[in-house]
């Protein structure tokens, strides 16, 4: 698989969702929603506990020092780290010496104004200038696109590779490149002894080579002998790199399944506990209307007796005034009509009872079940 092809699938995996920049020292929330530390940091400045999540509005808890103290993504650290190797530019793409000072002009931009280019993006291999990278960000379809700063991609390639200039002269050396023999370093290589894979002067050909086992060819011989090994190993070298290639597009797709597995239990585990809550605000709703409902009928009860006591203190009242009436004023004919009423009044008295009270309310009270089970509306239940 292509290299750009390859980007083109993982741009938006390597993304943080708040700055749409690769990630940089990338951080886990609770949530295992990923994002830059500085953008963590910008979201829970000094003195702040928690952070709340972009995507999913979780709240985490900040431990120790803060976003720096967060769990690191090494999946994705690792990831970017290989993606990177695979973004160093090759041998052909680096111009003059390899140095930060070589220009680029942006091969987006008109000819005849092209400005100079700040970047490269690495999934269309093009050099752009400030502007046009600007407008490559905007646009949706390449919004995923990886940057590489140009200075920070030439130092990546440094080591595989320092000029453009492939001139060759006649004895096989680089146009104006001069190599000189390890032995004799004032004189210039001009054979390759096999036997000692080794370039030697003209000097260490008369005297230590000349004899078998050192096998003595030209460098051109020696070079186009050697140019069928180094296809052999270019061959080899294409296909690891497809299969690595592979494998990061496996893991990278193993990493998106987990999330999303991921994203799917908690949202499965939200319901869930929403629909307990829900079952547990039903039970205690109806476990209250229930006590309640007990309260009531007791304080019913209890205005019912109370009200026939009244009746019978006012009876008794009553009885008191009319008997005291009559025995300080009354006359003959008064007392003998007071004695017959206080009889019918004492009669009907001997039928109200005090010793009818309610129930004692001290055994009203909740009992936790041993066992809760929400599912049963099992939380408890009120004794009386």
Known sequence: MAASSLLEKIGDFLECQICLETFKHPKVLQCLHTFCQNCLDQMAPNGTNTVVCPTCRGETV??????????????????????????????GEITTDGNSNTSFLCSNCDDDNAAHATSRCLNCCEFLCAECVAAHRRLKALRHHVMRDIRAWLAAGQQVGTSRDTGTEPNGHQAGTVYTCAEHT?????????????????TCSRTEHVRTPHRLVTLHEAAERQREEIKTILADCKRKLGVFSTAIECTVQIARDLQRRTDRAQKDLQNTSREYMRLIQEEQTRLINELHKKKEDKESEMAAHIDSLQRAVDMIRNMCSLADNSLINGSHVDILRAKTQLVNHRQQLDRVSIRNMPIDTSSLRF???????VMQNKLGRIED
Do not use: H, R
């Open 186 to 202: 004032d004189a210039e290589v001009t054979t390759y002894c096999e036997a000692c894979d080794l370039l030697i002067c003209d």
């Open 62 to 91: 900040l431990p120790g020092e803060g976003v720096v103290d967060l769990k690191n993504n090494f999946v994705l650290a690792n990831l970017l780290e290989l993606v990177t190797s695979l973004q160093k530019p090759l041998v």
């Open 367 to 373: 009992v936790p079940s041993t066992e809760p089970n």
